[in-house]
């Protein structure tokens, strides 16, 4: 029963972080992109904490790693914040996209 749960709750994050990876990078409208990048930027810190947590107490290097893709989501909203050129907003567009993918590909392989 528990690990259906599970499965049902992996389903459901790996869809929103396709749909909402795919929004991030096709929507035109920058009020709407821009709302989209910084949800994604908090779902990519959700995800890493989801990813730490789950793992036991003497897992160091794997919990290190989980806080790691978090911290890329940290990263990219200071950069999209404080770079003014494009080329800043689509640097901070792919670390989100590496933090997002990476940690539920972290959750799904237990690394």
């Given at each position: 029963?528990?690990?259906?749960?599970?499965?049902?709750?992996?389903?459901?994050?790996?869809?929103?972080?396709?749909?909402?990876?795919?929004?991030?990078?096709?929507?035109?409208?920058?009020?709407?992109?821009?709302?989209?990048?910084?949800?994604?930027?908090?779902?990519?810190?959700?995800?890493?904490?989801?990813?730490?947590?789950?793992?036991?107490?003497?897992?160091?290097?794997?919990?290190?790693?989980?806080?790691?893709?978090?911290?890329?989501?940290?990263?990219?909203?200071?950069?999209?914040?404080t770079g003014?050129?494009?080329?800043?907003?689509?640097?901070a567009q792919?670390?989100?996209?590496?933090?997002?993918?990476?940690?539920?590909?972290?959750?799904?392989?237990?690394?």
């Amino acid at each position: 029963m528990a690990l259906g749960i599970l499965l049902i709750l992996f389903v459901v994050m790996s869809v929103i972080s396709i749909l909402g990876l795919l929004f991030m990078y096709l929507v035109k409208d920058e009020r709407k992109k821009k709302l989209i990048f910084y949800v994604m930027a908090v779902w990519g810190m959700a995800v890493a904490v989801l990813g730490a947590m789950s793992l036991p107490e003497n897992y160091v290097t794997s919990q290190a790693v989980a806080w790691g893709l978090g911290a890329l989501s940290v990263a990219a909203l200071i950069i999209n914040l404080t770079g003014k050129k494009e080329a800043a907003g689509r640097l901070a567009q792919l670390l989100i996209t590496v933090s997002v993918v990476g940690g539920v590909l972290k959750i799904f392989f237990f690394i």
